[in-house]
């Protein structure tokens, strides 16, 4: 995991617009969501760290917005972004994947 570079995760999300992903979001404590499935239509990469991130979705609409993030993962069918609270524990994570997650 290295310090999030937000172009590069602007870059690797945008390969992905106009087809269907598969979204892990993981927030500690208190939500979980997986392989929840959309097609991206748009991509915002915000802030100067810790960063936003906001997905667009399209088929069905929607949006997620995630905050507070400040690490990233990037790989051939995978881009994970995670951040840490002050005692640095993972407190929140988003994945973005083109195959489902298992289970």
Known sequence: MQALDPKRVQIALEH????????HLEVNPGAYWRNGTAVLSAVHVRGGGPHRVFLEFAEPAGLIHIDDVTHMVIEEHLVVCTGFDDRDRLARTLEISDCPFSM
């Open 16 to 23: 992905w617009l106009g087809r269907a992903v598969y979204v």
